[in-house]
């Protein structure tokens, strides 16, 4: 008997991360740990380094100092070919919708799946992988549309199916509620809880809405100054007199 199956691990573990671009010191020592099967948002006010963080994640910009381990396996270390590997584990929904303009949305769903090809060897078809993504955010009848015919909420909801395609053990979005109005960034939320309960994956929700961030997680990480500046529950940090959290919790 394996007793340390429902044991959660970590799955991304970050240690006194530091970025710089020139004399733009954006991370400044953030510290952070996603266990298995956890929900947490980062919040953050624009040009805070939310995308930064998320890129630094996926290796897609190197750090210059601290540790960084997703998965397991420390990402700084990690040649191309091994970073090609891990991110099939970890999906990454961009901020913006990001679909390819000139494809279908079935030709979207197919390119990761097209990409990372030995993923197809699972004994069910392409094309059933992904009418079940595209049915699991309640899209398929738009099969056969191109991205210009389908509304933001759509676009992201479809984005939202890519990235699911690849059943990854870690999902990344990078303000998955941008752009869109309060009542469609909630449906958006509420299909991340969805998801994440239907997957099982671990999420790390990157946004500047609140909503988004009480809806999706039980854990909100502010992040300001480069910093883990604040953490705890909805509630913990709506109570919080401190003048950086209050910004987020001003109603
Ligand atoms: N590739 C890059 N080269 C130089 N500077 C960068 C680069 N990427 C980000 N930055 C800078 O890092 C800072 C943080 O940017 P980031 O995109 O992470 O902000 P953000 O918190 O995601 O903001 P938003 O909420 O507007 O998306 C900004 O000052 C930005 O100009
Ligand atoms: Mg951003």
């Known amino acids: 008997m394996n007793s340390q199956k429902n044991i ?7 240690n006194d991360l530091h970025k710089s671009f020139g004399t ?6 953030f510290n952070f740990t996603l266990m298995d099967g956890e929900n947490v948002a980062v919040l953050g006010k624009s040009g805070s380094g939310k995308s930064v963080l998320i890129k630094c994640i996926i290796g897609l910009i190197s750090i210059d100092s601290g540790t960084l381990n997703v998965l397991g396996q420390s990402v700084p270390d990690l040649s191309q070919k091994e970073l090609d590997i891990i991110r099939r584990d970890v999906g990454f929904l961009f901020q913006g919708a990001a679909l390819y303009d000139s494809m279908s949305v079935k030709e979207n ?3 990761p799946l097209r990409r990372h090809h030995e993923k197809m060897n699972g004994g069910i078809s392409m094309k ?13 009848h738009t099969l056969h549309l191109m991205p210009s015919e389908l509304s933001g909420g759509m676009k992201k909801r479809v984005a939202l199916a ?7 053990k870690i999902i990344l979005y990078d303000e998955p509620t941008g752009g869109l109005d309060p009542i469609t960034g909630r449906e958006i939320s509420h299909l991340i809880n969805e998801v994440q309960s239907r997957y099982k994956t671990a999420a790390l929700i990157i946004t ?3 909503v988004c961030a009480k809806i999706t997680t039980n854990r909100i ?6 910093k883990n500046y604040k953490e705890g529950n909805y509630e913990e940090l709506d109570q919080s007199k401190d003048s950086i959290v209050e910004e987020f919790f001003r109603k």
């Open 24 to 29: 733009n010191h954006v991370l400044r020592g």
């Open 221 to 226: 990480v502010i992040l300001s100054e480069g």
């Open 128 to 140: 059933k992988r992904v009418e079940e993504a595209l049915d699991s955010v309640g899209l398929l």
């Open 8 to 14: 959660s691990q970590p799955v991304i573990e970050i």
């Open 109 to 111: 769903l197919e390119f």
């Open 162 to 168: 890519r990235t699911l395609i690849l059943q990854p």
């Open 208 to 210: 500047h809405d609140l």
